[in-house]
């Protein structure tokens, strides 16, 4: 079997695909079902979960899928609209109660300032994290990467398990040493509210389009209006 495929079975996972995010997750909830999470889905690609849905249809590390855990974007208005701190955001309950009319913008959900302080996840000072985002990395500094251990949910067997998993894939497929870029949207303008993105998890070889979207990576730049694949689970 081909190693860079996990089959999800027994009716407990089912992919969606649809046009946007904010209309997908309410199909997701209407079966009784919740979109996995980033490290779920980690442990998906590395092949440690072995899964089919049905009788043909597969998950491959080439295809990139949204997730319930989200980036919380706060904008320092005396900061020229840039990003003064983040928050990772683990099975958010916003992304899982959205729906179509939702109040979006730029992409993304538009929250409130008391929005951003009552959410719960892991807080980052933008200026401490900014060496880590927006550029492929080396295998040591993807094990060292805090905002790709927050998405694991710290779990450092997983981390490593899908870091092993990348690099070889990306030396066989690129032949290159580096991967795992963490996307975020740090200089937007749009400092008047803070907004809330959806994480997606890629695998290899999806291709570019003005930033690389392959190679294994973490995108918290996504687009709640864009094409959308979730993958959803029994509770």
């Not at 992919?15 to 980690?42: C, H, I, Q, W």
């Not at 900014?130 to 927050?150: G, M, Q, T």
Request: neutral net charge.
């Amino acid at each position: 079997m081909d190693s860079h495929i996990a089959y999800l079975s027994n009716g407990d996972y089912k992919l969606f695909k649809g046009d946007s995010y904010v209309r997908l997750m309410p199909m997701v909830r209407d079966t009784g079902m919740v979109a996995a999470n980033s490290a779920e889905l980690m442990g998906i690609l590395t092949g440690s979960s072995k899964f089919r849905f049905g009788e043909e249809e597969e998950i491959r590390v080439t295809k990139h899928i949204s997730t319930i855990d989200g980036i919380a974007y706060h904008y320092d208005g005396n900061r020229d609209g840039l990003c003064d701190k983040i928050k990772i955001v683990h099975n958010s309950d916003l992304l899982k109660n959205v729906d179509a009319p939702d109040k979006t913008k730029h992409g993304a959900l538009v929250i409130s300032n008391g929005d951003y302080n009552r959410i719960e996840g892991d807080e980052f000072d933008v200026p401490k994290i900014i060496k880590f985002v927006n550029r492929e990395l080396r295998r040591y500094e993807a094990l060292d990467n805090p905002l790709w251990k927050s998405i694991a949910g710290d779990d450092i067997y997983l981390l490593d398990s899908f870091v092993d998993t990348a690099y070889k894939v990306i030396a066989m497929e690129y032949k290159t040493d580096t991967a795992m870029a963490f996307y975020l949207n740090l200089n937007n303008n749009y400092k008047r509210y803070p907004l809330l993105r959806a994480i997606v998890i890629s695998g290899s070889n999806l291709g570019r389009r003005g930033k690389t979207f392959g190679k294994f990576s973490s995108n918290g730049d996504s687009n709640v209006s864009d094409i959308t694949t979730l993958l959803g689970k029994r509770q």
